[in-house]
Each structure stands twice: as structure tokens, then as C-alpha cells.
């Protein structure tokens, strides 16, 4: 039996360490979730400037539609991927220094005006929702993942019944 063939990656998830990963699986987890092609890699705008330039300048016509950027500290890497492509940038601020991850969000929400970074929380839920965005980016022109993404807010909904029912209480 020949080998499945392997989709194009339309989402590619980008981080600053390998110390970043276990935060960035989660937005890996939500993808795959959705079954959308992804590709992950490592690259730092400070250490590997090079790496992170040819990342970016090449995502497009390797048939990339969003990025998703993940770093810590001084995090420029989300801003300088957003800088040398067209593309859609999300980014993700991570604790990772003593500063517990506000220097990362400011560092990659406060791009000057042009150059936007779609910027989520700090941590795993940031990570999980950059996923869901770039999915939603993506259902633009996917029915297919339009209805996914409906089908993932009405199990949201149903948790919350559920949990419901199990804490409610009163006195009356
Ligand atoms: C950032 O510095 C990385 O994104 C990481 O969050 C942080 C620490 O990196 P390591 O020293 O663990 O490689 O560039």
C-alpha cells in the first residue's frame, strides 16, 4: 500500500526555544483537533536572525496561510516574522522569564502602527486560542471548517450545562 500523501501546511506554528514547545502543543492539539496540515519549527529573532528571515519569506509560497508565533522575554520574533511576509501573524506571549510573561505580551502587542501581530493571551490559552483564530481565518473560505468551528462552540456550551447541572445548588 503506497504511503498516505501528505497535505500542504496551511498553519505554521513558529517559536522563539524549545523551552517554548509544551506551551505551543497546545495550539498543535487544537489543530490537529481540526485536521488542519501544520508545520512546527524553531527559530529566534535574536539568536537565529537568518533562520527567521528565510522562515518568513518563504512561508507564503510554500503555501502557508497564518502563522502562529510563540516566544518569551524579549519576544520581537512574532514582529519581525510579521515584517517579512504578507500573511497573517498571531502571537503568543510566553512566561518565560522572571517577569512572568507581561514582557512578552508587551514586546509583542505593541507593534508600531503597519505591522499588525493578532496577539493572544500569555501561556496555553493564548496558544489554544491563536490555533482557533487561525482557524477561523481559514473557514473564510472552508465551509467545511465553518461547521467544525460551530459544532466546537456548541460542545463549549454543552460542558458548561453539564458542569452546571453537577454544581447547582441552593438553599431555598
Ligand atoms: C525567548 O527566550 C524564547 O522564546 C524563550 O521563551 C525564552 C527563553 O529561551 P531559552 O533560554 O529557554 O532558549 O527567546
Known sequence: MGEKKRKTPLVGIVMGSDSDLP????????????????????????RSPNRTQRYAKSAEERGLEVIIVGAG????????IASKTTLPVIGVPIDASPLK?????????????G?????MAIGKAGARNAAILAIQILALKSPQLRVALREYKEQLEQAVEEKAKGIERGSA
Open 23 to 46: 506551551v505551543m502543543e497546545e495550539a498543535e492539539k487544537v489543530l490537529n483537533q481540526f485536521h488542519v496540515p501544520y508545520e512546527i519549527t524553531l527559530s529566534s529573532a535574536h
Open 115 to 119: 505591522i499588525p501581530v493578532a496577539t
Open 101 to 113: 510573561g507581561m514582557d512578552s505580551l508587551l514586546s509583542t502587542v505593541q507593534m508600531p502602527g
Open 73 to 80: 522575554a524579549a519576544a520581537h520574533l512574532a514582529g519581525v
